[in-house]
């Protein structure tokens, strides 16, 4: 009998391990906003994309949208919604195509006399952004400074590049206006210092298992 209890005992403190344990993993996954998407291929040249990002924290994110992109007729960088970020996944996820909203580190080593400018839309508590994309198939490389790791020597043969999963990932800041030294600018969006978005940048983001081709010389 003594056996059987000492047993019992032991199993009800696996099992309070086990459920403390989810109660801690559940604490921590509210420390992120909330961010659903759905990828989609649209007929055989566009990839769908509709992503919702909801601030459920008690405090204000500032998200990295939307990207500028050059206009050359405007001969400036204009806000464009519907750009995002195309790069390789990390290392550990060799394979597999990232879609960013981000502010983009600077490359060690790389000098640069005009670091991309970020844009921010402010959500409130309980706020949430969402946003319709559609984006070019195969999907094409595109970030800044990505011509320092261009490996290819003849640009004229595009090479197409299987990719076994999409990552999408969003780049946001969070604390107070001062702090961080938002400026707002005139269409409602905020601008950032490079180095204090870059130091204080945080991402949530969604692996979705698919395949897609990419066209790329970039390693």
Sequence with gaps: MRLSLIMLAGI????????????????????????DVTIEPDGDTRLSIHYKLSNNLDHDIYVFTPILTYDR?????????????????????????????????????????????????????????QENLSIDL???IDYPYMSAFSKKKDASVPVQVPAHAVVF??????????ALRLEPTQNGNFTIPYGIGITYQKFVERRLDMNVLVVSDIE
Excluded: F, H, M
């Excluded at 990932?169 to 001062?178: D, F, Q, R």
């Design 12 to 35: 009800l403190v696996y099992a309070n391990s086990l459920y403390a344990e989810r109660e801690t993993l559940t604490v921590k996954a509210t420390e992120l906003p909330a961010l």
């Design 73 to 129: 007729e405007k001969k400036k960088r204009l806000p464009d919604p519907g750009r995002v970020y195309v790069s390789w996944q990390a290392n550990q996820d060799k394979g597999a195509i990232r879609l960013s909203k981000q502010l983009w580190p600077i490359p060690e080593l790389l000098e640069v006399y005009a670091p991309e400018v970020p844009y921010l839309t402010r959500l409130l508590p309980g706020d949430s952004l």
């Design 138 to 140: 195969p999907l094409k």
């Design 169 to 178: 990932a969003i780049g946001y800041v969070s604390g107070e206006p001062g």
